[in-house]
DNA sequence: CCATCACTGAAACAGTCGTTTCAGTGATGG
DNA sequence: CCATCACTGAAACGACTGTTTCAGTGATGG
């Protein structure tokens, strides 16, 4: 018995690709093998042959999910060892790439993932939340002294401008409305300067 | 054919309750009538007897999370018309609210609500998202000086504020981690302090 | 040539879902 | 006394769930 479960492999990557714009449309919550394999020009059968399991499939979902979640967080990084242009500029830059239009499903679905690890502590879901809330402070930090990565205080500023980007992210989820979320953030991020640059190292 | 669906009765508020502290322990994503019945004693002909539907049950459930909702809100209001201790103040206490360890069940209830309704538009949790943050801007808003209420830069103080409770939640339900998160709250208050007060009106 | 390989279709499995049907309780009040 | 009321138990309905069984494809390579 072969099944290849989380193994590579052509047809594989091929359907799954299928299968996470479906997610991207209709949500992870109630997900079911026949819908989705009517709609990915598959069967029940091949999907469950090359996912192991329903929780292998969502497992790679949420994976391939990650993916897009990593290359931005890679995109966003300095490149160099430097500390990079600020904090409050790379956030300026998240809050632009998180209020694209194109980019509201996979969000949505973000969210969707984020809180059903919050309630199924096992599952495929598991630790998806902590995740990425680790995954985003980490690379905030990146973005500030790094005199300042270590403290509590530099930590409290990263959690702290998370908190925004999240918050009105789910505000801008809920309503749409992109002008008073937008306004929002950019009010923080002016009260965030004079915090964040030491002085004399301003301009 | 009675079908009372939505009317008040003893036995029907009584089973309500049940069914929201159960609600609170296993999360409404795969809630399930005949496990439900079973804890709360009662049978699944009874529940939808008494609320005419599952639909109508989730409804009167999330109906019911609202109220505690609303409760807090009321709490939270000055009382009076005048414009109480200023919106840091209040957000503080909001964030002491929303930290309390008792109260995490229903925040995560909460956040499972509010995510469910930006996937599924309609159904129960249609416009819970919206009503939510309708909600508390509105009672933010009663923290601040009149004048302010109406302009942009208003509305985006309480926008900001709301992003940043909701988002400093979202990582302490996550994280667990109390005290970075509260730093974070804090130092976001402290920051907020000289943008809300108009010169002159400070201390 | 034949074995092995990755992949697939059709059908059935046992289970759960929300909901309905039928048949009752026991209490209320005219 | 009897009708009406809110409420309930048991069982079944059809639809759906993830998963399995059996039986194949067609291509690959020794």
């Known amino acids: 018995m072969p099944t290849p479960g989380s193994t590579p492999s052509a047809r594989r990557n091929e359907l ?94 973000w969210a969707e993932g984020y809180v059903r690890s919050l309630v199924d502590t096992d599952g495929p879901w598991a630790g998806f939340a902590r995740a990425t809330v680790d995954d985003w402070l980490g690379v905030l930090a990146t973005a500030q002294p790094s005199d300042q990565r270590t403290t509590p205080a530099g930590r409290a500023q990263c959690t702290l401008v998370l908190a925004v980007l999240r918050g009105a992210l789910l505000d801008l989820l809920a309503t749409g409305d992109v002008d008073r979320t937008t306004a929002a953030v950019h009010a923080q991020l002016a009260a965030l300067d004079p915090i964040t640059a030491k002085p004399g190292t301003s301009a």
Do not use: C, I, N
């Open 16 to 109: 799954l690709e299928r299968a996470y714009s479906y997610a991207l449309q209709h949500g992870l919550a109630d997900l079911s093998l026949r819908p989705l394999a009517a709609a990915t020009g598959s069967s029940p059968r091949v999907l469950l042959y090359l996912f192991g399991s329903k929780d292998g499939l969502v497992r790679a979902l949420l994976a391939r999910a990650r993916v897009d979640e990593l290359a931005l967080l890679d995109e966003l990084r300095p490149g160099d060892g430097r500390s990079g242009a600020g904090l409050d500029a790379m956030a300026a830059r998240v809050w632009e790439w998180l209020t694209a239009p194109s980019h509201r499903p996979l969000l949505t679905l």
